[in-house]
């Protein structure tokens, strides 16, 4: 069965740093195209990054967080990360690691067939 578990979330002041984990169970993830979105509320989910399964293809960042947030993987650990720095109150969203076995990195939530739970960031002094 097919799991993904995100973590790392929580509360940080403007200017912090988290760094969240998305933990895959029943998918190769070196074959795995993963993403990360965001959703704040009365917002549409955005994406946020990615890391593509084609190895030495660009990974994908939003324009609002480049520069800021790093995507990286552990193939042997099944888990992708998101390291965050100089957080934004405008980065106050629950976060969502999704997963897709064919094809590239999209921004594209519907592209993505399995989603994880969310993990709730908050950045507030």
């Known amino acids: 069965q097919l799991q993904l578990v995100e973590s790392g979330g929580g509360l940080v002041q403007p200017g912090g740093s988290l760094r969240l984990s998305c933990a895959t169970s029943g998918i190769t993830l070196a074959g795995s195209t993963i993403g990360w979105f965001r959703q704040a509320p009365g917002k549409e989910r955005e994406g946020v990054s990615c890391i593509s399964r084609y190895v030495g293809r660009t990974d994908y960042y939003a324009d609002s967080v480049k520069g800021r947030f790093t995507i990286s993987r552990d193939n042997g650990k099944n888990t992708v990360y998101l390291q965050m720095n100089s957080l934004k109150p405008e980065d106050t969203a629950v976060y969502y690691c999704?997963?897709?076995?064919?094809?590239?990195?999209?921004?594209?939530?519907?592209?993505?067939?399995?989603w994880g739970q969310g993990t709730q960031v908050t950045v507030s002094s």
């Open positions: 999704a997963a897709r076995v064919y094809g590239g990195c999209s921004d594209q939530h519907d592209a993505y067939t399995f």
